[in-house]
């Protein structure tokens, strides 16, 4: 059983550009939730999707916007790159309901 | 408002012996606590979880006391091993599948 993947790991943008994160859930998880982490800090919360809306989100612009698919996996994107944008974007997905959230390897996101 | 803090940057323990890994956390409101080890490179991954109506739960080789009157949770690791060298965040949450609130970090290094 496959866990949560993301790709691509490593990426590499000018500032400016748009970029697109992929997930895909951890099998039969429903909900899906995109983190920011920079380096030495622990992850933030940027969003979360769950039965293709987003029903929660955290403290970020509304150049973050996300979808999910009817297959539960999900998609990051961020539109005009700030050099501030460069971090590790983790993939976490659960099931709905109490439980453990289980994360990808993440992307690791680099604007110059 | 919400925060989840470490008390110390970096932990320095001698194989074998037992880690005792410290966490503050601020919202009264967080129901559900969770620790997670980070390895250099890859995402999260789930340690031990508790709830907020429960002060001591147990796995293997890790336990996570929670003293909810002070707001502190602590992660103790017995007999620590070179694997377990990494970094160690504490997570909170309020409500099922509420966003993940994390702290910054702890690097425990596991000396030989």
């Known amino acids: 059983d496959a866990g949560v993947t993301q790709s691509p790991t490593h990426l590499i943008k000018t500032r400016g550009q748009q970029v697109t994160l992929r997930c895909s859930p951890k099998s039969g998880h429903d909900t899906v939730s995109w983190y920011q982490q920079a380096l030495g800090q622990g992850p933030q919360f940027i969003f979360q999707y769950y039965e293709e809306e987003e029903r929660q989100r955290g403290n970020f612009p509304d150049r973050f916007s996300g979808h999910q698919f009817p297959n539960y996996s999900s998609e990051l994107n961020v539109n005009a790159l700030l050099l501030g944008d460069s971090a590790l974007y983790l993939c976490?997905?659960?099931?709905?309901?109490?439980?453990?959230?289980?994360f990808g390897q993440g992307t690791r996101l680099t604007v110059v | 408002g919400e925060s989840v803090g470490l008390h110390l940057p970096t932990l320095s323990v001698q194989e074998g012996d037992n880690s005792i890994i410290n966490c503050a956390y601020s919202n009264s409101a967080s129901d559900y606590f969770i620790w997670y080890k980070q390895e250099s490179g890859k995402g999260p991954q789930f340690i031990i979880d508790i709830r907020s109506n429960m002060d001591k739960r147990q796995g293997q080789r890790v336990t996570v006391l929670l003293n909810k009157t002070v707001k502190h949770l602590s992660l103790q690791i017995a007999a620590t091993q070179p694997g377990d060298s990494a970094v160690y965040f504490c997570a909170e949450t309020a409500g099922a599948n509420s966003k993940l609130t994390f702290g910054k970090g702890i690097t425990l290094s596991v000396r030989p």
């Open positions: 976490a997905s659960s099931l709905v309901g109490p439980g453990e959230a289980f």
